[in-house]
C-alpha cells in the first residue's frame, strides 16, 4: 500500500488549503483514514479522523475549522483547512488503517503547510 498526501503549500494566515491524501495498492477499504500532523517542537498529533462508517472525530486544534471527508470507494480522504494560522504550521501526514487485506497502519511521506502572519 502506498500512501500520498498533496496539497500543501504556502498561504497568508486566514486564508485557506485543501490537502488530499490517496492509498493505493489494493481494492481493499480501509477501515480508518486520518489527518495527522507535527508541528516544529512538538510530537506528530492527530487532526481528525473518518471511519468506513463515517464516524468523524476532530481534535480541538481542528474544530471549527478543519473539515475531514473521504471517498471511501477510492481510499481517497481530503483536508479542507480554513481560517489557518501561523500555528498550523507544519508537516501534515495521511494515515491508512486497514483491518482486513494489507492489514496494518500505512504513512505518508507528509505534506508541507507554511502559514505565514
Known amino acids: 500500500v502506498q500512501v500520498v498526501e498533496s496539497g500543501g503549500g504556502l498561504v497568508q494566515a486566514g486564508g485557506s488549503l485543501r490537502l488530499s491524501c490517496s492509498a493505493s495498492?489494493?481494492?481493499?477499504?480501509?477501515?480508518?483514514m486520518g489527518w495527522y500532523r507535527q508541528v516544529q517542537g512538538k510530537q506528530r498529533e492527530l487532526v481528525a479522523t473518518?471511519?468506513?462508517?463515517?464516524?468523524?472525530s476532530y481534535a480541538d486544534l481542528a474544530k471549527g475549522r478543519f473539515t475531514i471527508s473521504r471517498v471511501y470507494l477510492k481510499n481517497t480522504l481530503y483536508l479542507q483547512m480554513n481560517s489557518l494560522k501561523p500555528e498550523d504550521t507544519g508537516a501534515y501526514y495521511c494515515?491508512?488503517?486497514?483491518?482486513?487485506?494489507?492489514?496494518?497502519?500505512?504513512w505518508g511521506q507528509g505534506t508541507q503547510v507554511t502559514v505565514s502572519s
Open positions: 495498492g489494493t481494492l481493499i477499504g480501509a477501515k480508518t
Open positions: 473518518v471511519t468506513n462508517s463515517a464516524d468523524i
Open positions: 494515515k491508512v488503517q486497514f483491518i482486513v487485506g494489507p492489514t496494518g497502519d500505512y
